[in-house]
């Protein structure tokens, strides 16, 4: 029997082999060649790290289109009518923010999907894609009037405004415009979600989204036992939207987080906005039409991580919302979710080729292996950001036997570089190896960074045996032109 090393942690299987990891945490069309390699859409380990150098972001686009339609598919079957006199259609907008390029928003097109944004940059890349401005939608807490404005002159599918403050800008600019904007607004339903504090978004004590409890009665607002929201901040901005000239109030928008797990948080969250749009109707006789119920769905980044299948998700928002509805008494409204790192997440891997090892002694004679790799937290900064946790496997070759405890940390110049904090590794692993890190499609590309003034890597999309490069990585020119004081001659190639 395998003895597991005093300082892994009690999730971290002790292992000979990297096979169980591959299949459950790599995309779907990963294998091992015959000489033992990994590859990846058909496309080899090595090859990809000799054509385009290391780090290097790989992306299945067979597996971020095959989950793509899962969730479009399921969605659309467990919301489909049911035995009643109408249904209820399904919205599935990809996350943007998660990864976004022209080719990522095409292919979530493709597949049937809208496309979610989250700026005035991430608009114009999926306008650059030929996306229909009606099939994407804008969120943002603190929109800019030149994002408004863009918004509003393309007919946007939807704006998600997230403040009072918002509602009245988009009703001067769409005003001006003569134009009227699709306005959605976005709550805060006040649900815990079992994930870290920095992308819990439904709590009360952070910047997104409308409150749906009142602060309190002020001298213009009445209170009304009847209405338990009034004088909160989504209920004076329901008034202020559907009072408010060139905006049209369509329906009401939540998102309790990212990396959640549990079912109960979404049903619980689903529960308080359809209780909101029931009072909505019952004061006001408008029925809004459009209840979106956001992402945040987890992946798995280690054998730890135990995902739902979309099927599942899907079944269960689906029960909950149909009882809700029932419960309080109001039709079905038009769902839309947001899945963005359950799509792309499980397609993307970071290959990175090995450099200095060490062992240190940590206490007792403990020792714990470092294995230094020439990328880190410029490329993912998630682990020093979140905590986050990672698996990663010996990828240039197949080595079964006794793996023993390693981490796995970047070149920055910080102590907390560190790439994969816990993992079995083979002991033979030495400078030149190629290791892959899976799950690294969403947030990584997104967040990366120049620090410490190393390039970012290139995105490679693979399929069928070939590659196509995404976006390109950057070169040393490319990182040093907006200094003004640099003249681009006789700069030395990044080591």
């Known amino acids: 029997m395998l003895t597991p090393h005093p300082l892994a942690p009690d999730w971290l299987s002790v292992r000979e082999s990297t096979e169980d990891l591959e299949a459950a945490l790599f995309p779907q069309d990963t294998a091992r060649t015959a000489d033992g390699e990994l590859s990846i859409g058909g496309v080899a380990a090595s090859e990809l790290a000799e054509t385009y150098g290391t780090p290097l972001y790989v992306l299945s686009e067979t597996d971020f289109r095959a989950r793509a339609r899962q969730f479009r598919e399921a969605f659309s079957a467990a919301f489909a009518a049911s035995g009643e ?65 863009r918004a509003v002159e393309l007919g946007l599918g939807r704006i998600i405004a997230d403040s009072v403050e918002e509602i009245e800008r988009i009703s001067v600019i769409a005003s001006a415009m003569g134009r009227t904007a699709t306005v959605l607004l976005r709550l805060t339903p006040g649900v815990h979600a079992s994930t870290h504090e920095y992308i819990a978004t439904a709590h009360e004590d952070q910047k997104f ?115 809700s509805c029932a419960e309080h008494g109001i039709g079905l409204p038009q769902i839309s979710i947001e899945p963005g790192r359950s799509i792309v997440g499980p397609a993307g891997v970071t290959l990175y080729t090995t450099g200095t090892t060490k062992d240190v002694v940590v206490d007792d004679g403990i020792t714990r292996r470092y294995i230094a790799v020439d990328g880190g937290m410029g490329d993912n900064p998630r682990p020093v950001l979140y905590d986050a946790d990672y698996s990663a496997v010996l990828a240039s070759r197949s080595i079964t036997g006794t793996h023993i405890l390693s981490r796995i940390v970047g070149k920055h110049c910080e102590s907390g570089d560190i790439v994969v904090r816990n993992v079995y590794l083979p002991p033979a692993v030495s400078r030149g190896d190629i290791l892959a890190v899976p799950a690294t499609g969403a947030y990584c590309h997104s967040l990366s960074s120049n620090y410490n003034y190393l390039t970012r890597p290139p995105v490679v999309a693979v399929s069928n045996g070939a590659a196509q490069v995404l976006i390109e990585g950057e070169t040393v020119d490319q990182m040093l032109a907006r200094d003004t004081g640099y003249t681009g001659s006789g700069a030395a190639a990044q080591p």
């Open 85 to 149: 006199a109408e249904g209820t259609g399904v919205d599935v907008y990809y996350a943007g923010k998660a990864f976004l390029s022209t080719h990522a928003a095409r292919w979530a097109a493709e597949e049937g999907l809208n496309i979610d944004t989250a700026s005035g940059g991430e608009l114009a890349i999926a306008l650059a894609a030929g996306i229909d401005p009606a099939r994407i939608g804008l969120h943002g807490n603190n929109k800019s009037d030149a994002e408004i404005r």
């Open 209 to 323: 989204g409308l409150s749906l409890s009142p602060h309190g009665p002020t001298p213009d607002v009445e209170t009304d036992a009847a209405n338990p929201y009034l004088g909160s901040p989504a209920w004076t901005a329901v008034e202020r939207a559907l009072a408010a000239e060139g905006v049209e109030l369509v329906g009401l928008h939540c998102h309790i987080g990212s990396q959640i797990f549990e079912p109960e948080g979404f049903e619980l969250a689903a529960d308080k906005l359809i209780a909101f749009l029931a009072r909505i109707e019952s004061v006001y006789g408008v029925a809004l039409t459009e209840l979106d119920l956001g992402g945040g769905h987890g992946i798995a980044y280690t054998e730890a991580d135990q995902p739902r299948h979309p099927a599942e998700i899907a079944a269960a928002l689906a029960a909950a919302v149909r009882a």
